[in-house]
């Protein structure tokens, strides 16, 4: 910074007017700017490595989002060419590349905008994103998290209010034992959390739990009413 710099210039002068021997001063400045320095590199790199997965998750997303519109779009210009209308095809191929333009500028930008929230002394993130349960646990742990854990009514409430109700996977399952229902640390889950007919294991093997507006409910990994996950640093 411009503060550094005259410090360091300043340090210098003294230096020379003393026989050119480093001052306590240049050495003190110097240790401190040394130590920043590492220690924000440090830093980036540790973010940038925890970022990894969600980074991967995202650039699926938008992948998924951009196929789907793709087809569509496909179906419309065969539609628009069945029905003799060569305007319509061209609007809609022209429209299918720019979404696949898009969705590479969307993978490269706004990595910045993922925050985590603190709340009594621990982290959370919450992430949309169309993952099956056993993949969002895997991503939280490669941040060295963890699957949120929702052990109150207040700490549910958060939750809900962190992902505006919207169904996201928790850590919790009840795949060792059916009906057993427990959290990562093997806690049982307080019943009262559990929304209304839940858990309903409909259809059988609904063994992984989501919080939604609703509070705690059940659902298989390929049958999620869920969009997201939370995960949970301690």
């Known amino acids: ?38 220690k924000a590199k440090k830093a ?22 951009a196929q789907s519109a793709r087809a569509r779009l496909d179906r419309a210009a065969k539609e628009a060419k069945a ?6 095809e061209s609007l809609a191929k022209a429209e299918a590349e720019d979404i696949a333009r898009s969705a590479a500028a969307a993978k490269i930008a706004g990595g910045s905008a993922i925050w985590r929230v603190t709340y009594k002394g621990r982290t959370y993130l919450a992430v949309l994103a169309p993952l099956t349960w056993s993949e969002a646990k895997k ?8 699957l949120a854990y929702v052990e109150t009514k207040e700490k549910m409430q958060f939750l809900q209010k962190l992902t505006n109700g919207t169904g996201c996977w928790v850590g919790c399952t009840d795949q060792v034992k059916e009906g057993d ?13 559990w929304g209304q007919n839940e858990p309903d294991n409909a259809w059988g093997g609904q063994d992984y739990a989501f919080v939604n507006a609703r509070g705690l409910g059940d659902a298989g990994e390929k049958n999620s009413p869920g969009s997201g996950f939370i995960c949970e640093w301690d």
């Not at 210039?9 to 040394?34: C, E, F, Q, T």
């Not at 029905?83 to 319509?88: M, Q, W």
């Not at 991503?139 to 963890?146: I, L, N, S």
Request: a positive charge.
């Open 44 to 65: 980036q790199e540790r973010y940038e490595k925890q970022m990894q997965p969600i980074a991967r998750i995202r650039a699926r997303a938008i992948d998924l989002a």
């Open 181 to 193: 229902w427990r959290w990562g640390n093997g806690t049982r889950v307080d019943r009262k959390l």
């Open 83 to 88: 029905a003799g209308s060569d305007v319509g």
């Open 1 to 38: 910074t411009g503060v550094s710099v005259v410090l360091l210039s300043l340090a210098g002068w003294v230096a020379a007017g003393a026989g050119a021997r480093p001052s306590p001063y240049h050495v003190v400045v110097k240790n401190i700017a040394d130590d920043f320095r590492s």
């Open 139 to 146: 991503a939280c742990e490669q941040m060295g998290g963890h």
